[in-house]
């Protein structure tokens, strides 16, 4: 069965450090999001990409926040300069256009990024 | 704006019996409402959705339903098993412009006994 994939499951980093972390949606899956999980806390949009742009955005996804999709395969989260903060589960998720309008999204299993 | 609402106790419950997990929203009735299951360290999966004009839905052991009214969802796993052992999320499209974003309740975790 098609999966997301996503790396690395584990980073480590000291806070002011640029982290970028990978994603390789579903093959045929058109819409791409990102999406945190702080430990114990709710899960939490962050962005949705489509047609090589943003559609939307949370506050969350601030300035320190990029997203590229820099080949066919691949859809990255860049965050510039990491504080605290950004401690948290890290979801890439895809879908297609039925499952962009449904909530049905298929997600990766994850990367947790720690801040020192 | 829009929030969710789960049980936030864990729910344990015997093997073989029926469990039901709650989650309420407090605006706007959504076009979909999605439930999840998110296993200790792991992505969500999705399992289930059902839409606003339904008022339940089934799939094999789980069962969704939906009433606008009292603006809740009530997700049932009947001849629960161990295995179902994990964290249920209820997610639902906040509408923005052209997109959808999921929000998230924070989950209820089931425990299945043996």
């Known amino acids: 069965e098609p999966e997301v994939t996503q790396t690395p499951s584990h980073q480590v980093t000291q806070m002011g450090q640029e982290v970028i972390l990978r994603c390789v949606p579903i093959s045929n899956h058109l819409y791409f999001y990102w999406y945190r999980q702080i430990l114990g806390q709710k899960v939490e949009f962050l962005v949705s990409?489509?047609?090589?742009?943003?559609?939307?955005k949370s506050e969350i996804f601030d300035d320190q926040f990029s997203v590229e999709r820099p080949d066919g395969s691949n859809f990255t989260l860049k965050i510039r300069s990491t504080k605290l903060e950004d401690s948290a589960m890290y979801f890439c998720?895809?879908?297609?256009?039925?499952?962009?309008?449904?909530?049905?999204?298929?997600f990766g299993e994850g990367s947790r990024l720690t801040v020192l | 704006s829009q929030k969710i609402e789960q049980n936030s106790e864990a729910l344990n419950i015997q093997e073989g019996k029926t469990a039901t997990l709650t989650c309420n929203y407090t605006n706007y009735s959504p076009a979909y409402l999605q439930w999840y299951r998110q296993d200790p360290g792991r992505g969500p999966v999705f399992l289930l959705l059902i839409r606003e004009n339904e008022k339940e839905k089934r799939k094999e052991r789980l069962k969704v339903t939906f009433d606008t009214t009292l603006k809740q969802s009530l997700f049932h796993i009947t001849a629960s098993q161990p295995a179902d052992s994990a964290t249920y999320l209820c997610?639902?499209?906040?509408?923005?412009?052209?997109?959808?974003?999921?929000?998230w309740g924070l989950g209820t975790s089931l425990a299945v006994n043996p």
């Open positions: 997610a639902l499209n906040d509408y923005a412009g052209n997109n959808r974003k999921l929000i």
């Open positions: 990409f489509y047609n090589n742009e943003i559609s939307e």
């Open positions: 998720a895809s879908s297609d256009l039925t499952g962009q309008l449904t909530g049905e999204l298929f």
